[in-house]
């Protein structure tokens, strides 16, 4: 069975990525024939050993019957890539609110305790067992800090890297479109 999954993806791709891309365009798939049955069912003929222009000219054929021309093809495959676009732009939105919240937030705790631990150095040595802990609280908010921010350009990374091959994708598809059809 081609799923939405299976029919952009490709090795070293992150699954997570993936799955929330592919989910995407399944919500937003556009009633009737389009570009994404159409690349389904390019998708399904490959599997059958039929080679690219052999498989893009029976999808089309049978697309056909039912009133898709190529244009219609060509004018989905867009919409489908703009939708793609428009998650990208609201992932990059999300990795920002992450950021604010995982790193900036921890960043400016960092710097509040390291102003109240010079504050308390003037102050007398009973004081020294407080400093202590506001020290410990900022190594910790500083190794969590660089973990998060690790995490958030790994999975940046991953993301974009997905993206790519799924804008490759329909661009081949969009392509071939032209070329085959």
């Known amino acids: 069975m ?3 999954k299976s029919i ?3 090795e070293g791709l992150d699954e997570r990525s993936l799955e929330f891309l ?3 365009i399944e919500k937003n798939n556009l009633p009737g024939f389009d570009y994404y049955e159409f690349k ?4 399904a003929l490959s599997q059958m050993k039929l080679d690219e222009p052999t498989a893009h000219k029976s ?5 056909a019957t039912v009133g898709v021309t190529k244009e219609k093809l060509i004018e989905s495959a867009t919409y489908y890539r703009n939708l793609v676009e428009k998650e990208r732009e609201q992932f990059d ?3 920002e609110n992450q950021n604010a919240v995982k790193i ?3 960043q400016e705790e960092a710097k509040r305790l390291r102003d109240q631990v010079e504050r308390h150095k003037a102050e007398i040595a009973r004081l020294q067992d407080e400093i202590g802990g ?3 609280q900022i190594d910790q908010a500083e190794a969590a800090s660089k973990l998060e921010s690790e995490k958030l350009e790994k999975a940046k990374a991953a993301f974009e890297k997905t993206h790519k091959a799924v804008l490759l994708h329909i661009d081949k598809d969009i392509e071939n479109m032209h070329k085959y059809l």
């Open 104 to 106: 900036t937030a921890r």
């Open 8 to 10: 952009f993806a490709a």
């Open 93 to 95: 939105k999300a990795l």
């Open 22 to 24: 592919a989910s995407a």
């Open 59 to 63: 999808a089309f054929t049978t697309a």
């Open 134 to 136: 506001y020290l410990n």
């Open 2 to 4: 081609v799923t939405t």
């Open 40 to 43: 389904r069912a390019v998708v």
